[in-house]
C-alpha cells in the first residue's frame, strides 16, 4: 500500500518565478492538506482540498492556490516567488468522515528560491 | 486562537536515559493529539495519535499522555538510543476536517 507521495523532492527557483509541487495521497484518502515548514519551525496550515474544491484555507496570500483532480492527488502552485517562499513543503492525506482524524504525510518538497 | 508550545526547544541526553517531551497548548477543544518525528530535511512520521477522548496512548518504549483540561501532553521515550536523534513536533486537530496546529518541536540529541 503506497504511502503519500511528494513531487520533486527538491527545487531551485529564482524569485519572480512560479512553481507547482505535486502530490498522491494514501491510498483510499479523499482529502489533501498542504503545509509550509520554514527552517526550525513547525509546519504551518497553507489549505486542504476536498471533492476537488478548496475546503479550508489558513493565513497565505493568493500568490498560493491549488487544485484537487477527480483521482484525489493534488497541486499547489506558487506564483512570483519570494525568497521567503523558500520551505520544506509538506502534503498530508486523510479520508473526511473517519473518527480518528488522522493525518498522513509525505516525505515533503524542498523549495529553493534565489 | 490555538497555539501550541513545545519546551525546550533542544535536549541533549547520554544513551539509556528516558526522555520527557513536553507540549502544550492554549484552547482544551481539540479532536486529538498527534506526536510526530521529523529527520534533518525530512518528512514527518507520525509516533502517537490520542483521541480526545483518550488519556495515554503507547507503543513500544513510547508513551503519550494527555490532560486536556490543562491543555498538556507528554511523551515519554524510555531507554533512550541514538537512533531517536531527531526533531520531535506535537500537533492538535482543531476542528473536524483535520486542520493541525502544530508547535516548533524539540531537537533531541541522544550520545552514545
Known amino acids: 500500500d503506497a504511502g503519500v507521495t511528494q513531487s520533486p523532492t527538491h527545487l531551485i527557483k529564482t524569485r519572480g518565478q512560479q512553481v507547482t509541487l505535486r502530490c498522491s495521497p494514501k491510498s483510499g484518502h479523499d482529502t489533501v492538506s498542504w503545509y509550509q515548514q520554514a527552517l526550525g519551525q513547525g509546519p504551518q496550515f497553507i489549505f486542504q482540498y476536498y471533492e476537488e474544491e478548496e475546503r479550508q484555507r489558513g493565513n497565505f496570500p493568493d500568490r498560493f492556490s491549488g487544485h484537487q483532480f477527480p483521482n484525489y492527488s493534488s497541486e499547489l502552485n506558487v506564483n512570483a516567488l519570494l525568497l521567503g517562499d523558500s520551505a520544506l513543503y509538506l502534503c498530508?492525506?486523510?479520508?473526511?468522515?473517519?473518527?480518528?482524524?488522522?493525518?498522513?504525510f509525505g516525505p515533503g518538497t524542498r523549495l529553493t528560491v534565489t | 486562537k490555538q497555539e501550541v508550545t513545545q519546551i525546550p526547544a533542544a535536549l541533549s541526553v547520554p544513551e539509556g536515559e528516558n526522555l520527557v517531551l513536553n507540549c502544550s497548548f492554549t484552547d482544551s477543544a481539540i479532536y486529538n493529539l498527534q506526536w510526530f518525528r521529523q529527520d534533518p530535511g525530512k518528512g514527518l512520521t507520525s509516533l502517537l495519535l490520542i483521541q480526545s477522548s483518550q488519556r495515554e496512548q503507547t507503543s513500544g518504549r513510547l508513551n503519550a499522555s494527555l490532560d486536556k483540561s490543562s491543555g498538556r501532553s507528554t511523551l515519554y521515550i524510555a531507554a533512550s538510543q541514538p537512533g531517536d536523534s531527531a526533531t520531535y513536533l506535537c500537533?492538535?486537530?482543531?476542528?473536524?476536517?483535520?486542520?493541525?496546529?502544530f508547535g516548533a518541536g524539540t531537537q533531541v540529541v541522544v550520545t552514545p
Open positions: 500537533a492538535v486537530t482543531t476542528d473536524s476536517w483535520g486542520k493541525l496546529q
Open positions: 498530508a492525506s486523510s479520508l473526511t468522515g473517519t473518527a480518528s482524524y488522522e493525518q498522513y
